[in-house]
């Protein structure tokens, strides 16, 4: 009788001591990695918490204004680092003029400074928005186009009644890409030819007529040069050699 009680006790402990670590609300909690999650989250909703970072990469439209003033003002109101500078990664074909300069009030007026960064192609209702930056940086072998700007009408009966008025529209918006260009510091004269033609531009070039403020460097290339500085200057050869 005795051994038949400290066998029981013995599978009744085992057996309670199992049924309580296999209890989901007794269970250590499982440490899953944080960083799979951050970069789900990332890719659903093309904004980097942890960096500040917009990634701007598609039409402008009004859609993509919604979707950047929402972004935007959630990045300025996150604490504790609401006051930190936002970045705005900007690949585009261009878009719609409209949502073009509503994006481009839009960082203008932010009370925190926005960086805008092009790579790849900046294109027409693009480059409204590479102005609005309070530093415009261009990627290596990114690409700008400017060019005049286009109503496209719905129909073309539409198109016969409204004719002066999308002329008239064409002339305003022509106006203030002008002044937008004017006022980042890029000259009268350069700003009107660029806008009354297809302008095709790398971005070397964008920086050399105003439009961009700088081309980044590559980490490799950026490399060499701090590497270059830190390493000591030769000793001058002797003249008696």
């Known amino acids: 009788m005795v051994r038949q009680v400290k066998s029981y006790n013995k599978v009744d402990r085992y ?40 990634y701007m990469h598609a039409d402008v439209d009004r859609a993509l ?26 690949f585009t074909d261009g878009g719609e003029a409209d949502s073009g300069f509503a994006i481009y009030d839009l960082i203008r007026s932010c009370p925190v400074p ?55 529209n064409v002339d305003l918006y022509l106006k203030q890409l002008v002044d937008c260009l004017i006022s980042r510091g890029v000259r009268p004269r350069v700003a009107k030819r ?12 964008a920086v050399k007529l105003g439009v961009a403020d700088r081309v980044s460097v590559p980490h490799a290339a950026q490399a060499d040069t701090d590497l270059a500085r830190r390493r000591p200057r030769s000793a001058p050869d002797d003249p008696a050699r």
């Open 114 to 168: 926005v960086d805008v960064f092009g790579t790849g192609e900046v294109c027409s209702a693009g480059v409204i928005i590479l102005q609005a930056g309070r530093r415009r940086v261009l990627s290596p072998s990114a690409h700008v186009l400017i060019h005049p700007v286009r109503v496209t009408p719905p129909s073309a009966e539409m198109a016969r009644d409204h004719l002066q008025s999308l002329g008239h």
């Open 65 to 90: 204004y919604t979707w950047f003033a929402i972004s935007l003002r959630t990045l300025v109101g996150s604490a504790p680092h609401s006051q930190d500078p936002i970045a705005v990664s900007l």
């Open 194 to 205: 660029l806008c009354s033609r297809e302008s095709y531009v790398t971005a070397a070039q």
């Open 15 to 54: 057996v309670i001591r199992r049924t309580i670590w296999q209890s989901p609300s007794v269970m250590p909690p499982k440490k899953t990695p944080k960083q799979p999650l951050e970069y789900c989250k990332v890719l659903e909703t093309h904004v980097d918490f942890a960096t500040r970072t917009i």
